[in-house]
T-cell receptor, first 112, second 115 residues
Framework: DAKTTQPPSMDCAEGRAANLPCNHS???????VYWYRQIHSQGPQYIIH???NNETNEMASLIITEDRKSSTLILPHATLRDTAVYYC?????????????FGKGTKLSVIP | ETGVTQTPRHLVMGMTNKKSLKCEQH?????MYWYKQSAKKPLELMFV???????ENNSVPSRFSPECPNSSHLFLHLHTLQPEDSALYLC??????????????FGPGTRLTVT
């Protein structure tokens, strides 16, 4: 699985958009980009995934650059409940280990 | 609510006790997982069941024994644990598709303390 790089922490004002970047410059053609988050002492929560195209669901949008070497998770209107550690994971699907490798992630603090 | 439930949410047990953790998924998935999360450590995959068959077992001590009676239920049987086994134990499920993406949905976890 390709390695990812994320900033260790970010702040965002409540009600504003939170843009969380992830660098995955060694990504290969069959690897998906997944985003999860973990609120303190709870289980990780799946947010969104994508391969090439931008994706949007009820929680967030995922913007993947054309060369696929980086992506941005966008929470359009951050609330205090969005304070969590956000993990960007790149992995091949459907083969090999089932292991989800969580790095250190980005600790997002939403400020009132 | 993710569709994955775990019981109990908190468990305190002595080193000589035997207990079981239970996980149930209501998502119609065909794969279930046990993870361990210790303080300030990354998530560690313990066991994977796909279509009720154990497909991955990552060198977990024998004092942890998984059981998957059907595709919706997963148990983790615990006996003669050590204090260092105190951690958050997480269950997850996914719909495995060969060659396709599969996201994992996690339960809330069981916070285990071994005294």
């Amino acid at each position: 699985d390709a390695k990812t790089t994320q900033p260790p922490s970010m702040d965002c004002a409540e009600g504003r958009a939170a843009n969380l970047p992830c660098n995955h410059s060694t990504i290969s053609g069959n690897e998906y980009v997944y985003w999860y988050r973990q609120i303190h002492s709870q289980g990780p929560q799946y947010i969104i995934h994508g391969l090439k195209n931008n994706e949007t669901n009820e929680m967030a949008s995922l913007i993947i650059t054309e060369d696929r070497k980086s992506s941005t998770l966008i929470l359009p209107h951050a609330t205090l409940r969005d304070t969590a550690v956000y993990y960007c994971i790149v992995r091949v699907s459907g083969a090999g280990s089932y292991q989800l490798t969580f790095g250190k992630g980005t600790k997002l603090s939403v400020i009132p | 609510e993710t569709g994955v439930t775990q019981t109990p949410r908190h468990l305190v047990m002595g080193m000589t006790n035997k207990k079981s953790l239970k996980c149930e998924q209501h998502l119609g998935h065909n794969a279930m997982y046990w993870y361990k999360q210790s303080a300030k450590k990354p998530l560690e995959l313990m066991f994977v069941y796909s279509l009720e068959e154990r497909v991955e077992n990552n060198s977990v001590p024998s004092r942890f024994s998984p059981e998957c009676p059907n595709s919706s239920h997963l148990f983790l049987h615990l006996h003669t644990l050590q204090p260092e086994d105190s951690a958050l134990y997480l269950c997850a499920s996914s719909q495995f598709r060969q060659g396709g993406p599969y996201e994992q949905y996690f339960g809330p976890g069981t916070r285990l303390t071994v005294t």
